[in-house]
């Protein structure tokens, strides 16, 4: 669990299957999270480009934070804790 001043990021990723990945957090938090129900709901064609295998794989870890191609997708760091993501 996180206290109230407690900075929360992402130390590491792993992919586990097409479009889910593995979430380590500074606090040694795990969530797996499935990409596909977001990125299959979105009408935005630059989010749909994610759909592709080929475009999801280019993740990166980036001052703690979860994104693709310098931030073209990107999530809350809260969502992605609490393992939420919305379309």
């Known amino acids: 669990m ?3 001043n ?15 990945l593995q979430l380590e957090f500074n606090d ?3 969530q797996v999270i ?11 064609p630059l989010i749909r480009k ?6 999801f794989s280019k993740f990166e870890i980036e001052g703690g934070d979860l994104e693709w191609n310098d931030y073209d997708l990107c999530f809350p760091i809260a969502d992605l804790y609490q393992n939420k993501i919305i379309n």
């Open 50 to 55: 994610y759909l592709s295998y080929k475009e």
């Open 34 to 44: 499935d990409f596909y129900p977001f990125l299959s709901a979105s009408l935005n």
């Open 6 to 20: 407690q900075i929360i990021f992402i130390e590491n990723v792993k992919h586990i299957k097409q479009f889910e």
């Open 2 to 4: 996180i206290s109230d």
């Open 28 to 30: 040694k938090t795990i």
